[in-house]
């Protein structure tokens, strides 16, 4: 299994206050990319909100393929999202993006 950073975009399409941003990150803390190397070097947040209500989650996840590891992502945020009660209408995401590796070398 590989360690792969996943970055998921995505757009606030209603008004979210801090409240359910808390919730949110709280239920994407066990993916924190902080976990690994490369998050913590590059200071990597799990949630980046920008001012025009687009987002940015990075998540860690671990997987034997790329794919496999974009698409335990794409189930990640999707749960977190409806755990901070949003859904696809008001938290639509962009396609996951594997953007850093975090392997052992071998």
């Known amino acids: 299994m590989t360690t792969y950073v996943i970055t998921v975009p995505g ?3 209603t008004g979210v206050g801090a ?3 808390a919730r949110l990150s709280r239920a994407l803390g066990p993916a924190d990319p902080h976990t690994t190397r490369m998050g913590n ?3 990597l947040d799990v949630l980046n909100v920008n001012e025009d209500n687009t987002f940015t ?5 671990e997987a034997d393929t790329g794919p496999h590891a974009e698409e335990e992502a794409r189930r990640l945020a999707d749960g977190a999202l409806r755990g901070a009660g949003l859904d696809e209408r008001t938290a639509p995401l962009g396609p996951a993006v594997i ?7 071998g």
């Open 57 to 61: 989650l990075r998540l860690t996840v």
């Open 19 to 21: 409240g359910t941003r």
């Open 99 to 105: 953007t850093g590796i975090d392997a052992e070398p």
């Open 41 to 43: 070097a590059e200071d």
């Open 11 to 13: 757009t606030f399409t």
